[in-house]
């Protein structure tokens, strides 16, 4: 299971948490509205609250991560230097985000992306 608060790396940046693999859903039992990553057949209780607890932790590693994409995606969409720059307002309606929410998407990610440049 993945630490919750990583320990910084030898260079001091903090290691990133990598999720837990997935188990593969066949399509049979993704149909069953009942199953989830083969939960429901795990009775013991230990057992369980360790898998779920290691699903939640993937799952919220992988928003973290998306949002991060969505981020940089909605930056570079509206770097002024692009001849095909778009407005604050058009992100948000593709993106499904109010105007104000798209800026600070935007903002966040020139921060990731100035973070990443050497």
Same mark, same amino acid.
């Given at each position: 299971?993945?630490?919750?608060?990583?320990?910084?790396?030898?260079?001091?940046?903090?290691?990133?948490?990598?999720?837990?693999?997935?188990?593969?859903?066949?399509?049979?039992?993704?149909?069953?509205?009942?199953?989830?990553?083969?939960?429901?057949?795990?009775?013991?209780?230990?057992?369980?609250?360790?898998?779920?607890?290691?699903?939640?932790?993937? !799952?919220?590693?992988?928003? =973290?991560? @998306?949002?991060?994409? +969505? *981020?940089?995606?909605? &930056?570079?969409? $509206?770097?002024?230097?692009? !001849?095909?720059?778009?407005? =604050?307002? @058009?992100?948000?309606? +593709? *993106?499904?985000?109010? &105007?104000?929410? $798209?800026?600070?998407?935007?903002?966040?990610?020139?921060?990731?992306? @100035?973070?990443?440049?050497?």
């Amino acid at each position: 299971m993945p630490e919750p608060n990583p320990a910084p790396e030898p260079h001091g940046e903090p290691r990133r948490m990598r999720p837990v693999p997935l188990r593969f859903e066949p399509k049979e039992a993704t149909a069953d509205p009942e199953h989830f990553f083969d939960l429901e057949s795990i009775e013991d209780p230990r057992e369980l609250l360790g898998r779920a607890t290691e699903l939640a932790l993937a !799952f919220r590693a992988a928003a =973290d991560r @998306a949002v991060e994409f +969505q *981020a940089v995606a909605a &930056a570079q969409l $509206a770097d002024p230097s692009r !001849f095909d720059r778009m407005t =604050d307002e @058009a992100i948000a309606e +593709q *993106a499904e985000w109010t &105007a104000d929410y $798209a800026r600070k998407m935007i903002e966040f990610g020139r921060e990731l992306m @100035a973070d990443r440049t050497p």
